[in-house]
């Protein structure tokens, strides 16, 4: 059975770092393009990164550019998510999501609270 596990979320203050991770298990991890999207209380789901299977990751909000960057680790199948220079903004519960062609999973998320 297919299976994405977050963690590595948490409290942190404003200007502060986090490394959430997102383990695969039940699928060949190395074959998926990877993606980490948060939601925020009261707004819509948001794309923060992606990364293909075989390329560099790409941080794809504007508002995470230069502060966020995700990589993998195909023999760890694991996805991370580097979150530097925190703001307030950024609090959310974020999820990975694999996919690919029609096969996609989702992850059962992990909260990232910006707070001082």
């Known amino acids: 059975q297919a299976k994405l596990v977050e963690s590595g979320g948490g409290l942190v203050q404003p200007g502060g770092s986090l490394r959430p991770s997102c383990t695969a298990s039940g699928f060949v991890f190395s074959f998926y393009t990877m993606k980490w999207y948060r939601q925020a209380p009261g707004k819509e789901r948001e794309l923060v990164a992606t990364?293909?299977?075989?390329?560099?990751?790409?941080a794809s909000a504007d508002s995470v550019k230069g502060r966020f960057s995700i990589s993998r680790d195909n023999a760890k199948s694991t996805v991370y998510l580097q979150m530097n220079n925190l703001k307030a903004e950024d609090t959310a519960e974020y999820s990975c999501?694999?996919?690919?062609?029609?096969?996609?999973?989702w992850g059962q998320g992990t909260q990232v609270t910006v707070s001082s």
């Open positions: 990364i293909p299977d075989d390329g560099p990751g790409t």
């Open positions: 999501y694999a996919q690919r062609w029609g096969d996609f999973y």
